[in-house]
């Protein structure tokens, strides 16, 4: 038994998941404000993966439409290379491409007001990260 920790890692906030200990639900976390200027970020990060005793970390990566890697997807590596500094566990890519849209779809059919929409967005598109890539392990389980 294991946890893992999803991230969405977008220019101003990042959306943190959580799976159960067995790896089969990926649960909302937390949101958390990035700090470009600092180590401030990396640190949050680090005490979620030591509080829940995390042991593998699944980051989104945005793909473009012909599933190729773009700028955004380059910077998100250089976020998770600057992770990597501050941590010893491993980490993990998924495919991002639509989370934050169907984040916001979900949030928009349950009526959801803009101003919590913002304030849950990036921790619902986390779970959706998470969930994916933890069902696509539960596949190679069968």
């Known amino acids: 038994m294991m946890r893992i920790l999803g991230l969405d890692v977008g220019e101003k906030r ?10 089969k639900i990926a649960s909302g976390l937390d ?6 200027k600092s180590n401030q970020t990396f640190q949050q ?4 993966i030591l ?35 501050e941590i010893s566990i491993p980490v993990f890519f998924a495919d991002e491409r639509f989370s934050t849209v169907l984040a916001e779809k979900i949030l928009k059919e349950g009526k959801v007001s803009f101003s919590k929409r913002k304030r849950v967005k990036d921790k619902l598109a986390a779970v959706i990260i998470l969930q994916s890539y933890l069902d696509s392990q539960e596949s190679y389980d069968d």
Do not use: H, T
């Not at 949101?31 to 470009?36: S, T």
């Not at 990060?45 to 979620?48: A, E, G």
């Not at 829940?52 to 439409?65: A, D, H, K, Q, T």
């Open 45 to 48: 990060i680090k005490k979620f």
């Open 51 to 85: 509080q829940y005793e995390i042991e593998r970390v699944v980051v989104g990566l945005p793909w473009n439409m012909k599933g190729e890697e773009g700028w955004e997807a380059k910077k998100i590596r250089s976020f998770v290379d600057c992770l990597l500094a």
């Open 14 to 23: 990042i959306g943190l998941a959580i799976s159960d200990p067995l790896c």
């Open 31 to 36: 949101q958390i404000e990035r700090d470009n």
